[in-house]
Structure formats: C-alpha cells, structure tokens
C-alpha cells in the first residue's frame, strides 16, 4: 500500500460526458501528478501540482482539467469524453520539496475509465 | 523534449535465468528511478539512483546508473515467477538535485517481462 488512494477503482461512462477522478497523496506529501496510461501510449504525464498551485504540464488535453485542494487532494475532472479517452488514470505524489530530496513517487492504485 | 528508450519492450524467460533490462536517452538525468507494475495495478517504486556509475542492489535485483547519467540498467539473477511484470524506468531531468523536488518524471515504454515456471 502506497498510502495514495484514488477513487473510484471502476468508472463506465458514455461519449460526451463528464467525470471527476478523485486522489489523496501520501501523508505529508505536497505534490500530487495525474498520470494517463494506455496501451498504445504507455504512461503519459498530465500534470502536476504543488501545495494548490500547478506546477508542470504534460499532455493533457483542453478538455481535462485538474486542481489540488487546501486539504492537498486533487482531482482530475475530464469533460465531453471520447471513445479514446478509456485509460487507467494513476495519481502520483511526492513530498515535493528540501534540498537533498528526489523527484520519487509514490502511485495510487488508479482509476480505470471506460467510455462506451 | 526527454525521451527513455527501454529495451527489449517484451522478455520471455524460464525460471532461473538472469536477464538485463536497458534505459537509454541522449538527456542528462539527475536521479533516475524503476518502478515495477503488475496488471490493473499503479507502478511500485524499487529504486532511485542518483550519482554517476552508481550501483544499487535489491536481493537479486541490481540496479546500476551510467556514469555521465544518461542510462540505466536493470539486472535480475535467477529470475522467479514472482518477477513478472512491467518494468519501467523514469528519469528526472531537473538540474539541480540539490533543489526543490518539482517537475515531471519522463517515463520509459517499459519492458513486460514473464517469467516462465
């Protein structure tokens, strides 16, 4: 167990409508990373946040969108979803900042999306 | 742009063999990781490598970091069932270790290794 829980596991939706995929980072960890991983593409970066504020962007496309919360949990909202959208979704943090540390992550168990 | 080529992409060996895993890229790295991920599971950190030429062992895993920090290697000695998996390497390209931890990790396509009884 990561410490990184994500809900929910299972996600079935339709063409055209909108979800939100919700993460809470390890204890103490400021930094949280939304992660898209499919089997043609591998695991795809989207974007990452420290303490509130976006920090780094990936490929995240206009119609997904992502905000971290004062309590430090995130989510991930993606919006008119397409067929391609169907991944897992993994969330990811780390503590985030000190000097001597690296960039380690630690992964939530993810969200499986399908849209039909 | 960062790029991570693993190799082979897929590894198919009978238990107790060893094999060897390659991450290769053109960009400097400041710390590099591996991570291990079985299905309908997130990636599992092993490892963080971090000085030049540096080597790091797991029990039968050996972890070793290329010297100018640009490549990587994962090594398995009598590989077990319970090794199948996907490895991934990632880096971290920010240049200064020493600072804040921001930025994104650049992933590898991984590497499916089964393990055959």
């Known amino acids: 167990d990561s410490g990184v829980t994500q809900t929910p596991k299972h996600l079935i939706t339709a063409t055209g409508q909108r979800v939100t995929l919700r993460c809470s980072p390890r204890?103490?960890?400021?930094?949280v990373y939304w992660y898209q991983q499919s089997l043609d593409q591998g695991l795809q970066f989207l974007i990452q946040?420290?303490?509130?504020?976006?920090?780094a962007k990936g490929n995240i496309l206009e119609r997904f969108s992502a905000q971290q919360f004062p309590d430090l949990h995130s989510e991930l909202n993606l919006s008119s979803l397409e067929l391609g959208d169907s991944a897992l979704y993994f969330c990811?943090?780390?503590?985030?900042?000190?000097?001597?540390?690296?960039?380690?992550?630690?992964f939530g168990p993810g969200t499986r999306l399908t849209v039909l | 742009t960062q790029l991570l080529e693993q190799s082979p992409q897929f590894l198919s060996i009978q238990e107790g063999e060893n094999l060897t895993v390659y991450c290769n890229s053109s960009?400097?790295?400041?710390?590099l990781q591996w991570y291990r991920q079985e299905p309908g599971e997130g990636p599992v950190l092993l490892v963080t490598?971090?000085?030049?030429?540096e080597v790091k062992k797991l029990k039968r895993l050996t972890f070793q970091f290329g010297d100018a920090r640009k490549d990587s290697s994962l090594h398995i000695t009598a590989a077990q069932t319970g090794d199948t998996g996907l490895y991934l390497c990632?880096?971290?390209?920010?240049?200064?270790?020493?600072?804040?931890?921001?930025?994104?990790?650049?992933f590898g396509q991984g590497t499916i290794l089964t393990v055959h009884p």
């Open positions: 960009s400097v790295f400041s710390s």
């Open positions: 990811a943090s780390s503590v985030g900042v000190g000097a001597g540390r690296y960039n380690e992550q630690f």
């Open positions: 990632a880096g971290d390209a920010r240049g200064d270790a020493g600072g804040t931890s921001y930025g994104k990790l650049t």
């Open positions: 490598v971090v000085t030049g030429g």
């Open positions: 946040y420290y303490n509130g504020e976006e920090r």
């Open positions: 204890s103490g960890d400021l930094s």
